[in-house]
């Protein structure tokens, strides 16, 4: 299995040693491309879940109202879904700096328990 990398990003205001570190996977995201709008909403991008509906709604509308080919509309839907599942994580970590929350750095590892590990053992005086 190969290695993955997550950026890190930490709360100002945490008050635990690892004070609200958050960890956001570099890369495709699977579980935005298949759930898209979901997966917004329950990050919080909100402006990016309701343009994905927005989105999604025109495809349908222009399907049923100017008869496209399906194939054409599946292929459309691919790449909305692909969009999501390339640029979900970006616009995860750009929230993240909006609020407050900057990159300090990369963490490595198969999964996120053993990235943060590896972050943790080599930042363990100063996160």
């Known amino acids: 299995m190969a290695a993955k990398f997550y950026t890190v990003h930490f709360s100002p205001f945490g008050s635990g040693p690892d004070r609200d570190a958050r960890f956001v996977k570099d890369?495709?995201?699977w579980v935005a491309f298949v759930f898209g709008p979901?997966?917004?909403?329950?990050?919080r991008l909100w402006f990016a879940g309701l343009m994905l509906v927005a989105a999604l709604a025109a495809l349908a509308v222009a399907?049923?109202?100017?008869v496209l080919?399906?194939?054409a509309d599946a292929a459309l839907g691919l790449a909305i879904s692909l969009l999501i599942g390339f640029e979900g994580p970006e616009l995860l970590r750009k929230k993240l700096e909006r609020r407050g929350m900057p990159e300090r750095g990369l963490a490595c590892g198969r999964n996120l328990a053993?990235?943060?590990r590896d972050w943790f053992r080599r930042h363990r005086a100063t996160p």
Not at 38 to 43: L, R
Not at 63 to 66: A, K, R
């Open 27 to 29: 890369g495709f995201s």
């Open 69 to 71: 080919d399906p194939a």
């Open 38 to 43: 979901f997966w917004a909403f329950y990050h």
């Open 63 to 66: 399907g049923e109202y100017f």
């Open 114 to 116: 053993e990235a943060e």
